[in-house]
């Protein structure tokens, strides 16, 4: 039996819609009530499912990322277990801070895309932007000021298929922008559709903590007074001139009866850390796909960009990209425009990239794990990963944190879907709240562990 029947029926699909665009549509992929996109498998015959299950980025029978990358990228000699081949890595952002006001972090991906699509070495890019099925879906620009219009970060669950299907066999050549999830299923499905693989000519990553649903969007907005059905847009990135990067607010329009949107003075802006699920190591709406993951930095990407969560960059409010190329002619773009100015770039070890990501590795390594372990005990199916089963990879203390946190993001998709039917913020409030302290207790750490946090800090500050 492929294995693709067993991710979904454990809820592991991500939602990329690899399998339908395999199937030419026999599976489907639609957003399920609780806001995310999922596969149904139910009309696909046996040999669609052998095929779908080959491009399925969480199924058994596709090529893992080592394998796939031995393929794609055996002329990169560089590497490092925690972050994939490299030609380069960095802390980067593009030297413009107008423009940076419209990017989320260093404002690389887009002015990356811009220049691939004006150097002629592509002629379209498939990213997520505003509009499509929901507030957000996969769309297909083609000029500048779409490029510059659809930025930022979208924390919200998208599909590919139709975006895919929209542009196979045109005979122009694309940039694909993805999770590192949605890179893979890419690759995977350019392993078995040579027109494709024609067309998508760069795989740029996003480095991925985990993909919300579209409850997230909602759940912050009606925050801020804007009920799910009135929601028009949401920014998820704005940036606060003055403080930490990482201390980005939330904004959020409404639609009006008969369908007219707030304008743009309308938008309401919150600070996310003030909002309930703005706390990213809550992972509320995560996906449950994005608890069988063990890509971080999209290791079969031709480049990936994220955030230098680093204290030496999060401390200047524009932004700064960390970047990991694995493409010569990306690298010679770089190159080029860190000669003339246009981008400031500072070169970083492998390890300082792996540190600024240090939650993503403690929620997918040792994380995955116990996870794994958890499953293997509960008598459940999971699929191969990289990471072995492993209960004692951390401490008691650390076992519950981890499994307090599964415990949570798999709540809060059926509390707030309830709290909808219902229309009552507070009551998803009241419910998911004993559930937040719960975790949040065991996250806190002992008197004699702060004192010690306390000392060493104290040590860092008068070294000299
Ligand atoms: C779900 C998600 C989780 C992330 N988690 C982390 C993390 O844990 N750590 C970290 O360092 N960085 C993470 N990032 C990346 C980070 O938020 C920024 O997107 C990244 O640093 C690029 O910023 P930028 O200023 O270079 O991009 P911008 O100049 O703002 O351009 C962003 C580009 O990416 C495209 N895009 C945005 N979201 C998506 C999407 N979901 N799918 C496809 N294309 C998209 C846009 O269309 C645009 O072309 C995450 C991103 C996403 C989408
Ligand atoms: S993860 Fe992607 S390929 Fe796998 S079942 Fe879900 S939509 Fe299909
Ligand atoms: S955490 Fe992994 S599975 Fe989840 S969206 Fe990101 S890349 Fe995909």
């Not at 991710?7 to 026999?26: H, M, N, P, S, Y």
């Amino acid at each position: 039996m492929p294995t693709i029947e067993q991710v979904v029926e454990r809820d592991i699909c991500v939602g990329c819609g690899a399998c339908q665009f395999a199937t030419r549509g026999e599976v489907n992929v639609s957003r399920n009530e609780q806001g995310y996109y999922s596969a149904d498998l139910s009309r696909a015959r046996p040999d669609s499912l052998t095929s779908a299950s080959r491009v399925c980025p969480f199924s058994n029978e596709s090529a893992n990322e080592d394998a796939i990358v031995r393929q794609v990228f055996a002329d990169i000699p560089k590497h490092d277990p925690r972050t994939g081949r490299y030609l380069s890595i960095a802390a980067a952002r593009v030297n413009d801070d107008e423009y940076l006001q419209g990017s989320s972090s260093g404002g690389l991906t887009s002015w990356l895309l811009a220049q691939l699509l004006d150097g002629g070495h592509i002629d379209g890019v498939i990213h997520v932007g505003q509009g499509g099925d929901g507030l957000f879906s996969y769309r297909v620009s083609y000029t500048q000021q779409e490029l510059r219009a659809r930025r930022k970060s979208i924390y919200y669950s998208t599909s590919f298929n139709t975006a895919l299907q929209s542009i196979h066999g045109d005979g122009r050549r694309y940039a694909l922008v993805g999770v590192p999830c949605f890179i893979k299923s890419a690759r995977l499905l350019c392993m078995q559709d040579p027109i494709l693989a024609g067309q998508l000519a760069y795989f740029v990553g996003l480095v991925c903590g985990h993909l919300k649903s579209a409850a997230f969007a909602e759940l912050l907005a009606w925050q801020c007074g804007i009920e799910p059905g009135q929601l028009a847009a949401v920014d998820f990135r704005i940036k606060q001139p003055g403080r930490d990067a990482g201390r980005y607010s939330f904004a959020a329009r409404a639609r009006y009866p008969g369908g007219h949107s707030a304008s743009d003075d309308q938008w309401i802006t919150r600070p996310t850390s003030e909002l309930l699920g703005g706390n990213w190591g809550h992972a509320l709406f995560q996906l449950n796909a994005c608890n069988y993951c063990d890509d971080i930095f999209a290791e079969t990407a031709d480049v990936v960009l994220g955030d230098a969560w680093l204290p030496e960059y999060r401390a200047d409010w524009r932004g700064t990209n960390i970047l990991l190329c694995r493409n010569r002619l990306i690298q010679s773009l770089i190159d080029q425009a860190t000669s003339t100015g246009e981008l400031f770039l500072q070169a970083i070890s492998p390890a300082q990239a792996a540190s600024s990501q240090a939650g993503n590795f403690r929620h997918r390594h040792e994380g995955l794990a116990l996870r794994l372990a958890d499953d293997q005990s509960a008598g459940l199916w999971s699929p191969n990963k990289r990471v072995l089963a492993d209960h004692n990879v951390v401490n008691a203390r650390r076992r519950e944190l981890i499994r307090r946190r599964r415990a949570l993001s798999a709540a809060s998709h059926e509390l707030f879907a309830e709290a909808r039917r219902q229309n009552a913020l507070q009551l998803f409030i009241a419910r998911i709240t004993p559930l937040v302290q719960l975790y949040e207790k065991c996250n806190t750490p002992s008197l004699p562990r702060r004192l010690l946090g306390l000392a060493k800090r104290k040590l860092q500050l008068i070294r000299p």
